[in-house]
């Protein structure tokens, strides 16, 4: 069973802070990996992919990807209220179907 | 905004009826996903297309057939629904690598 695991959180981080979210995966064949947000009973939206190690950034978004750690993760700078939301990490597993972590809940504070 | 429209929004539905879910886009899209989201699960995949009449199984197709007659369009059937479908339902379009969602259909079963 191929797996992505994340901490649920909630991470709680002030305003203009920086976020970090984490994820790791099972599938060491892993090529493509996402984030997406969600806030609360809306869909999931695409902000991050990542499919070369390093870093790749956009806007206050900074995705991490370490294959042979099997790691990814996502950096938000200057944290702002309107940044709080479920954080899902997913894993292309062929098709451009997609594993899924459980999320991590991130909540900015004024 | 993908161009994905999801109907019906909402459904309350009794144990044992059949239940379809439609998914439409606009862009004539190749690839196509239903994913269920449930508390302390995350979103998981039920089926998806890779064109018109060729679809396989996700990691939860039990209880759930689909089909794809033509491009724009994607359903999910519950034969007989049961409790254990009450869920959250997203389509998605593949794009290149990456995956968009719909806005999601709310479904309940008494």
């Known amino acids: 069973q191929k797996e992505v695991e994340q901490n649920s959180g909630p991470l709680s981080v002030p305003e203009g802070a920086i976020a970090s979210l984490n994820c790791t995966y099972s599938?060491?064949?892993?090529?493509?990996f996402f984030w997406y947000r969600q806030y609360s009973g809306k869909s999931p939206e695409l902000i991050m992919s990542i499919y070369s190690n390093g870093d790749k950034e956009d806007g206050r978004f900074t995705a991490q990807l370490n294959k042979a750690s099997q790691y990814v993760s996502l950096l938000i700078r200057d944290s702002q209220p309107s940044d709080s939301a479920t954080y899902l990490c997913?894993?292309?597993?062929?098709?451009?179907?997609?594993?899924f972590g459980k999320g991590t809940m991130l909540l900015v504070s004024p | 905004d993908a161009g994905i429209t999801q109907s019906p929004r909402h459904k309350v539905t009794e144990t044992g009826t059949p239940v379809t879910l439609r998914c439409h886009q606009t862009?004539?899209?190749?690839?196509m996903y239903w994913y269920r989201q449930d508390p302390g699960h995350g979103l998981r995949l039920i089926h998806y297309?890779?064109?018109?009449?060729?679809?396989d199984k996700g990691e939860v197709s039990d209880g759930y057939s689909v089909s794809r007659s033509k491009t724009e369009d994607f359903l999910l059937t519950l034969e007989s629904a049961t409790s254990s479908q009450t869920s959250v339902y997203f389509c998605a379009i593949g794009v290149g690598t990456e995956a968009f969602f719909g806005q999601g259909t709310r479904l309940t079963v008494v």
């Open positions: 599938d060491r064949g892993s090529q493509s």
């Open positions: 997913a894993v292309n597993q062929g098709y451009s179907t997609l594993t």
């Open positions: 297309s890779y064109g018109v009449k060729d679809t």
């Open positions: 862009e004539n899209h190749r690839y």
